[in-house]
């Protein structure tokens, strides 16, 4: 975006740096639904509700900073993705976004798989009563422990994703007297047009395993020989908030490529292709992402045409998305302790929480929007840097954004979009006590995650 398509005035114009240069809404206090879960709103006195409860209530009964989740956005946003994707398709949630037993139950009610990548994701979603049969097992460098546990328990599938992981797993499959169904993770060499940490199908990078130079084919080779081994497909994710639905669709053809190799080459049909998550959502209202029956429709029409080219049975297809269902079901809530004027600059408002709670500006340059929650008002706009309360310069959780000139401490703040990403890389840096995750609906609010508290720091020092 060029400056000079938004002559907002001197003042912030000039310390802006090119992209991230937005004017001022014409109402600071309006709430855009792409970025809010479902139920928030504003109450006759102006102050920001969740599932008709207000934040002042909330921070009351729940302290700052906490993590507000839309329990019956996140239900819808399952069903969503599930009949956008039909049921001759999977979906599977990405836990990484954001796990908890009582995200499990959720799931599992509204008919979804789920997507674990660790022996800790895997432990939450059984205690939590998800059938392995529903579970995927990722990970580029899975322990044996994690897989023993995976396949001990019957997982639907082990996404393999290097050649020693084939063996591996097979191996102990074998030892188990089992056969474990799996699917290959291969990468497409596709430039994900998002941050380069979160683009994972271009080949210089740690996941899976190229399509290039055959190693892929050659991956195939090897689990079709494997007695412990029921080869059921090929995976590939491309990366991560991403908007665009050119990158899905440069996969599937390449999958589908292998396919047709493996078919020409064992006269093996592979039923299976899954095709990763990635989907991008709405931070600031600059984003605009797509819906998921949009995606579906594009997806599975490559599929299709793909495969009447190669004359292979359409194979069932799963998508993994984690973002595009949690993260915009939750803001995270602060309340502000200092107001620092730099004339001439910005102004830096602190919160209590801060890079412990939302890593995401601070590791990948990522955008927030934010809101005055307590209250409206009707003062300037004024530009802001949200920041916490960490021994760090960078510990900025929402970098350029305008909030009421009249922000003073003792406001609460809402950013949201914080649902994915966010709890779930939380730390305890500065000995920081991550905030709990309250799941409200229907007013009532219930703790999910609870907070730490200085027993929880304590119980892990034992020096
Ligand atoms: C294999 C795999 N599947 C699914 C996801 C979920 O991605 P997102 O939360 O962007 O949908 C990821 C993370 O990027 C991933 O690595
Ligand atoms: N953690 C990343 C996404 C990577 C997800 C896993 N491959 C984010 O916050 O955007």
Sequence with gaps: ???????????????????????PPADLNALDPRVWARTVGRDERGALTVGGLDVATLAEEFGTPAYFLDEDDFRARCRAWKE???????????????????????????????DVCSGGELATALSAGMPAARIALHGNNKSTEEITRAVEA?????????????????????????RQPVQIRVTVGVEAHTHEFIATAH???????????GQAAEAVRRALKLDGLELLGVHSHIGSQIFDTSGFEVAAHRVVGLLRQVRDEHGVELPEIDLGGGLGIAYTSDDDPREPREIATAL???????????GLAVPRISVEPGRAIVGPTAFTLYEVG??????????????????????RT?????????????????????????????CESGDIVVKDAFLPADTAPGDLLAVPATGAYCRSMASNYNHALRPPVVAVRDGQARVIVRRETEEDLFRLDVG
């Excluded at 955008?367 to 920041?387: G, H, I, K, N």
Aim: charged fraction near 25%.
């Design 1 to 23: 975006m060029s400056r000079s398509a938004h002559p907002a005035g001197p003042r912030y114009a000039d310390v802006l740096p090119e992209g991230h240069y937005s004017p």
């Design 84 to 114: 956008a994707f039909g049921d001759d398709a999977d979906v599977f949630y990405a836990g990484k976004a954001f796990l908890s037993r009582a995200v499990v139950r959720w799931l599992h009610e509204e008919g979804l798989n789920l």
């Design 154 to 178: 019957g997982v639907g599938r082990i996404v393999v994703d290097s050649f020693q992981e084939i063996v591996r797993v097979a191996h102990i499959a074998e030892r188990l007297g089992k």
């Design 203 to 213: 080949e210089d990078q740690k996941f899976g395993i190229p399509l290039a130079g």
């Design 300 to 310: 599975r029409e490559i599929v299709h045409r793909e495969c009447a080219a190669a």
């Design 338 to 359: 200092t107001v620092k004027e730099l004339p001439g600059l910005r102004t830096y408002v602190s919160v209590d929480g801060g890079m412990s709670d939302n890593i």
């Design 362 to 390: 601070a590791l990948y340059d990522a955008q927030y929007s934010v809101a005055l929650a307590s209250r409206t008002s009707t003062a300037a706009p004024m530009l802001s840097r949200v920041v916490g309360k960490h």
